[in-house]
């Protein structure tokens, strides 16, 4: 962090003690503990009482800043910033593959997206895993790379650097360490403070709820996206948050090369209506939600995006964003042909088995939460960090919620590499299964509601 000379020095000890007796911090406050945090110069115990304590609008609002400011910002910002740069980021969830197809139909419609992502921890997926399963994709780019990916393709999704928001880091460790990881307040901190690294002119949210979910209730939904949207907001960014459905894994494929091949069925203008149709909702309330000038409404915006699958345009962009980073420029011709087979470049798990129903009705659900756990128990996710993952395995659902299935009908088909499957992974499945002895309406859209800023 920069600091003045002429500022006079802050007690870390005096800041500690006015926000446990209740007191909010000021900015120069706040932005001391950040400083703290990054110098190590405060210990974990001090900085969980900062956490233990709560974390207001007021308080988070200018700890975002303070946590972008302690590292680099992206170069691209001097030249994209204030016209097109814009981000989406989702909470978790199960099989989310929006970012594979969101970034290239952004990039399509002529706008710069600068995605810095994450991997797989616990049930979630991550964006990161997905991609390296694609043979040569390199993740970790410098930030010349970066700034070369924008200005020749457009986007590029790579993993977080040493120098974007390092505060953060030490931050969220210390917050694992001590309980404090699910705190509204920090959660929106942390994940703002890397997007304002980004320089963005517009930012959507994707914050999910349901059984597949991290929050599970409307309530605590709306509040953290509401956190989330102020503190952008107040942070410059044009930013709007969907609060949406994950009851049900979004498209059809669970596992990170599935996934990858579902992302590119739909970047062909094929891929199941939910996972289109939300990738299109995204986009097109970013672009309302960025007041750029050729956007009146999110119909607009929604329209552009769909366009951009359906002619073609989103997958050159991400064949481009795939040679840009280090896949070969045979595989990321061959991954995107109209009418070529992804699977002559991308790897297949050694068997596959299908799992049937034990009665006769109408799909009634298919929770997430148990096909979630079910690839985690293949291997294809990691529950303690650094774990490596099995990127071939996964779960590929053969029916949707509304079909009529018979008794003995296979209804998911599990990727697996052993010679076996145990029969708990199979009982665990199952029990993703509830079938209905009436007719099931089909579900209309995932987007349960639109958070705008609650601030100026």
Sequence with gaps: MNGNNNTPKISIKDVLAKKHAGGELSKDEIAAIVEGTYKETMDPSQIDKHSKGGVSDRVSLPLAPALAACGYKQPVATRYALCCSVDKHSKGGVSDKVSLTLAPALAACGYKVPMISGVALGHTGGTLDKLEAIPGFTIALDHAQMVNSLQNVGCFIASQTKDICPADKVLYNIRDMTSTVKENGLIASSIVSKKAAENLKALILDVKIGSGAFMETMENARSLAQTMVNCSTGLG???????TDM?????????NTLEVAEAIQCLK??????????????????????QFKDISDVDEGSRLIRQSLQD???LKKF???LQAQNVSTEHAQKLCDPEG????????SASQSEIFSSKTGYVQSIAAMPVALTVLKLGGGRERKGEPINHRVGVELLVDVGDFVKEGQAWARIHHDSSSIAPEITKNLNSA???SENPIPTRQTRVREVVKP???
Excluded: C, F, Y
């Design 319 to 321: 064949q481009e964003m």
């Design 269 to 290: 203008g094929q891929g199941p209506k939910d996972l289109t149709d939300l990738v299109v909702a995204l986009g097109g309330n970013l672009l309302e939600a960025g």
């Design 247 to 255: 009851d049900t894994p979004i498209g059809n494929m669970i596992g």
């Design 237 to 243: 960014i044009h930013t709007r948050a969907l609060i």
């Design 312 to 314: 073609g345009s989103a």
């Design 454 to 456: 609650s601030i100026q």
């Design 433 to 435: 299964l509830v079938i």
């Design 341 to 348: 087979d992804v699977w002559s470049v991308l790897e297949r």
